[in-house]
């Protein structure tokens, strides 16, 4: 199934060559673009991609407010694509939000270009762009600085199993499904049943939304070391 994308960015040059490369994937076909957040709501709930790259600081409407535009539409808008974050910054307050939001990870702009790709597939597969460490190093930077978030969302540990709140530890310490199946020695089936179930337990849409949860709970400490 060919994986629809659409580009925000206000930088002309950035969405052509962003388009070029990812045009020339036999499963990618680009089928808009915006120079703003609010052209790119506008342009996506009229093609309808599966994938929108948005940049974080733009003109008109940034990608914060595009994004939480496009993940919690008004009544009636029942399209809601995936979204990563294209930043230039390692680290950014408005992508912490943004995956607060619903945002399916972040990529640098000055990735390389089989990153770009890659992230697209994951993202629209349904995987949360978790693996760079600056990701988590970015969650973990900003989850320190609001711990007065945390009591609601640790009341809500206590309706996970204790194999489903060690899956959650492993998921915010940046392991990949086969590294917790190795960890936990079970199937990577396995895995992926209790990830399912925590997701649901907890009302999260995704594994980023996960490991936010992890930390604003105090399940993981900002800081710990990767397991």
Known sequence: MTIRVVIVDDQAMVRAGF???????????????????????????????????????????DGL?????????????????????????DVDDYVYEALRAGASGF???????ADLIAAVRVVAAGEALLAPSVTRRLIADFAQ??????????????GLTPRETEVLELIARGLSNQEIAGRLVVAEQTVKTHIGRVLAKLDLRDRAQAVIFAYESGLVTPGDAPA
């Open 19 to 61: 388009a070029a490369l990812l045009s020339a994937q036999a499963d990618i076909d680009v089928v808009g673009e915006a120079p703003d957040g609010r052209r790119g709501v506008e342009v996506s709930r009229t093609v309808h991609p599966d994938v929108v790259l948005m940049d974080v600081r733009m003109p008109e409407m």
């Open 65 to 89: 407010a595009a994004a939480r535009a496009l993940l919690d539409p008004p009544p009636g808008v029942v399209h809601r694509p995936k979204v990563l974050m294209l930043t230039t910054f």
């Open 145 to 158: 600085q609001r711990p007065a978030a945390r009591r609601a969302p640790a009341q809500r540990l206590r």
């Open 107 to 113: 990529l640098l702009k000055d990735a390389p270009p």
